[in-house]
């Protein structure tokens, strides 16, 4: 007894041929892609010109009145960055406080983007958290000591300032 001969499309030959022409097309659009994708944007940097300045100074005029404050507010450490970032030890008077600014517009289309500001040591109960397009604020804190800042946004840019009050 014989068996039957199988149809045209059950024949291994022509299985392994449509699988050969499919992994040939498979190749060829993944090469064509590769040829579209670019190299990075070139960088270009641009410098200042040089400018001279000078200064004269005359005598202030001799007053009994005494300054409003003896004491500048002294920056105790600031900070600029567009992604997770981490301060420089540094002690912090039992009164001072934190300046912050963020630019999310980045993230406009998401309804903005997360700004956060904590810290180690003395500092690890500090939590700052701001999720908008862009914002400023100050927190005062009564406790000092020596730690941390630590900042995490996905923000095209952001100002952190500690300063002694």
């Not at 007894?1 to 199988?6: I, S």
């Not at 670019?38 to 202030?60: C, K, S």
Request: proline share 8%; with cysteine; aromatic share 10%.
């Amino acid at each position: 007894m014989e068996l039957p001969t199988p149809p045209w499309y059950r024949r291994w030959s022509v299985i392994l041929a449509g699988v050969i022409v499919l992994a040939i097309g498979v190749a060829g659009v993944g090469l064509a892609g590769f040829r579209n994708v670019g190299g990075p944007d070139p960088t270009v940097t641009t410098l200042a010109p040089a400018t001279t300045v000078t200064t004269t100074t005359t005598p202030a005029p001799p007053t009994t009145r005494k300054p409003q404050s003896t004491l500048p507010a002294e920056v105790l450490w600031t900070g600029s960055g567009s992604d997770v970032g981490k301060s420089r030890g540094f002690r912090a008077p039992p009164s001072w406080h934190i300046e912050w600014m963020f630019d999310c517009a980045n993230f406009r289309k998401f309804g903005g983007g997360n700004f956060k500001i904590t810290g180690d040591g003395a500092f690890e109960n500090i939590q700052i958290q701001e999720f908008d397009t862009g914002a400023s604020g100050s927190r005062t804190f009564s406790r000092g000591g020596y730690g941390h800042l630590l900042i995490d946004s996905v923000c095209r840019r952001w100002t952190v300032t500690a300063v002694a009050d």
